[in-house]
């Protein structure tokens, strides 16, 4: 049960094509979007569509893979942690972000470019 106190899994599409930098040392990492839907009838008894975006960030090999394989629209299914953190923008002001950081990934449906 211990794995499963902080685990993540989304099934979605890419919002638009992997950011990729590396650090000072050399070690790559990636950050995309990913948006999963939500179909449900309310209560008038229409389907309702909703969308959720999420941020997601991934090091090393992890990352390598990433910026081969996934483009805008690639469908993905991710397993990852939550992230939270802080830091101070150029203005002084606090900042939070949530993100996943991604430990498995597995292609769905090809490349969206095929």
């Not at 899994?9 to 999963?36: H, M």
């Not at 839907?37 to 959720?52: I, L, P, R």
Request: aromatic share 8%; proline share 1%.
């Amino acid at each position: 049960m211990y794995s499963l106190r902080n685990k993540v899994q989304l099934i979605g599409n890419l919002g638009k094509t992997p950011e990729i930098k590396s650090t000072d040392a050399g070690k790559k990492w990636a950050r995309f979007s990913v948006a999963t839907d939500e179909v449900f009838t309310n209560s008038k008894g229409e389907k309702v569509k909703e969308t959720q975006w999420h941020n997601l960030v991934a090091w090393g090999k992890m990352a390598e893979v990433i910026e081969k394989f996934l483009d805008k629209g690639s469908e993905v299914a991710i397993e990852g942690k939550l992230i939270n953190r802080d830091y101070t923008d150029k203005e002084g002001n606090k900042k939070y972000i949530s993100e996943i950081q991604v430990n498995e990934m597995l292609m769905l449906g090809g490349r969206a470019n095929d």
